[in-house]
């Protein structure tokens, strides 16, 4: 069966200096201090390390084929979005993370499938450069669940939305800029607690803010099963029915009718969560994901769900179908 991986993490082996070039800010780079690994440094303060499977798709291809997967979907790391800085300088930050993506899914068609990262703070920009994307061969873009602490229907995101439609580029909404996150620095909150509330901001103000109303052809899917939007879309359709005065006031239908019209991933770690997302969304509304290369992630890449008491075709659906209808593509592309 066709496993595709709809949601992976990549960057280049080498990362230009940008704060000495920009000269400003924090941008990521790499230091490669021994072999194979990496520190992703965020100005001086250590961020990340990473290992080469962070880097090199050989290497990469290998490691997924031993889960039975065959083609991921692969985009940057959050933490390169860098919708803080200048805009001209974050669109340089972009063309190279998104030419870099290009050159990957061009040498290797059947095992990778490219979302590129746009300058979001500035429409304008973002939509060239969602252009640009579309003709280097990438299929969507990765955004972030808030842009510099801005909801997503924000008027000035529009006419991106708009393009996305438009061109058929799909999108991954990805929890960063976590709220919260200066408040609750122990125990890696932000990370267990912050994103999945901030992928529900992101699908809350998409619905609430009639994004999906005024662009229902808009392609969209939402990172970790969807954060905590599934497990409290009883709250959100009460809270809907019982203060339309607050709720309701940009789009007044009731929020639970999204369900099924957006993807979320499968990655909940949990098949009894998983059984309860496929009853809110249908199969055909999950798409098989995993973090990879990241630890939070899903590892195994759907082993679980292998293993789970679902229908041939229910895990199909997962498995390939559902990630190549958020992407528009043909699956004789990889088979
Ligand atoms: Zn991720």
Request: aromatic letters at 12%; hydrophobic letters at 40%; proline letters at 5%.
């Amino acid at each position: 069966m066709l496993k595709i991986d709809s949601h992976t993490h990549i960057l280049p082996k080498k990362l230009p200096h940008w704060s000495k070039k920009f000269g400003y800010g924090d941008f990521i780079y790499l230091q490669h201090h021994k072999k194979g690994a990496a520190k992703m440094m965020k100005g001086n303060q250590f961020f990340r390390e990473i290992e080469e499977n962070c880097w090199d798709p050989e290497l990469r291809i290998e490691e997924y084929k031993a889960f039975n997967t065959k083609v991921q979907v692969v985009c940057t790391v959050p933490v390169m979005f860098s919708y803080w800085a200048k805009s001209l300088d974050c669109l340089t930050v972009s063309e190279f993370l998104n030419d870099h993506i290009a050159e990957i899914v061009t040498k290797y068609p059947k095992n990778y499938i490219g979302l590129g990262t746009l300058p979001m703070q500035d429409a304008e920009l973002a939509v060239e450069e969602l252009e640009r994307c579309k003709k280097i061969g990438l299929k969507g873009i990765q955004i972030g669940s808030n842009i510099n602490d801005e909801n997503l229907n924000e008027d000035r995101f529009y006419p991106i939305f708009e393009a996305c439609e438009k061109l058929g580029m799909a999108i991954l909404v990805h929890p960063w800029n976590m709220m919260g996150m200066k408040q609750m620095q122990r125990y890696w909150l932000p990370w267990l607690v912050s994103m999945p509330a901030e992928t529900s901001r992101a699908i809350c103000s998409m619905i609430f803010g009639g994004i999906f109303e005024r662009l229902p052809k808009l392609r969209v899917n939402f990172a970790h099963a969807g954060g905590s939007f599934m497990s409290t879309i009883g709250r959100i359709e009460h809270g809907f029915n019982c203060r339309p005065d607050l709720v309701a006031i940009d789009n007044d239908v009731n929020p639970r009718n999204y369900l099924g019209k957006f993807w979320v991933d499968s990655i909940t770690h949990d098949p009894m969560m998983l059984e309860y997302v496929i009853k809110l969304q249908g199969t055909k509304r999950i798409t098989l994901g995993s973090d990879y290369p990241f630890p939070l992630g899903d590892l195994e890449i759907g082993k679980f769900i292998e293993e789970m008491d679902i229908s041939q075709e229910s895990k199909e659906d997962i498995f390939s179908n559902s990630t190549l209808e958020w992407l528009d593509l043909d699956k004789k592309l990889f088979v």
